[in-house]
């Protein structure tokens, strides 16, 4: 299933993890995170039932590598 919307923030990794790079998107169904290694989607994460600080934080956590898909 692909996942479209506006962009609603973008992360990006740091030191060790600076090939990451998360975008919180927005959709009709609600938002979502695409998480990238190296410009390359590795996933995007339906985040329907939760809020957009929920969702700012799963992206905070991908490029800090505590979240690894």
Same mark, same amino acid.
């Given at each position: 299933?692909?996942?479209?919307?506006?962009?609603?923030?973008?992360?990006?990794?740091?030191?060790?993890?600076?090939? =990451?790079?998360?975008?919180?998107?927005?959709?009709?169904?609600?938002?979502?995170?695409?998480?990238?290694?190296?410009?390359?989607?590795?996933?995007? =994460?339906?985040?329907?039932?939760?809020?957009?600080?929920?969702?700012?934080?799963?992206?905070?956590?991908?490029?800090?590598?505590?979240?690894?898909?």
């Amino acid at each position: 299933m692909k996942y479209k919307g506006p962009t609603v923030s973008t992360y990006w990794g740091d030191e060790e993890y600076s090939d =990451r790079m998360a975008n919180v998107m927005l959709n009709e169904m609600g938002f979502y995170v695409d998480m990238y290694e190296n410009d390359t989607l590795v996933e995007s =994460r339906p985040l329907y039932e939760h809020s957009e600080i929920y969702a700012e934080n799963a992206a905070e956590n991908f490029v800090m590598g505590i979240l690894n898909p």
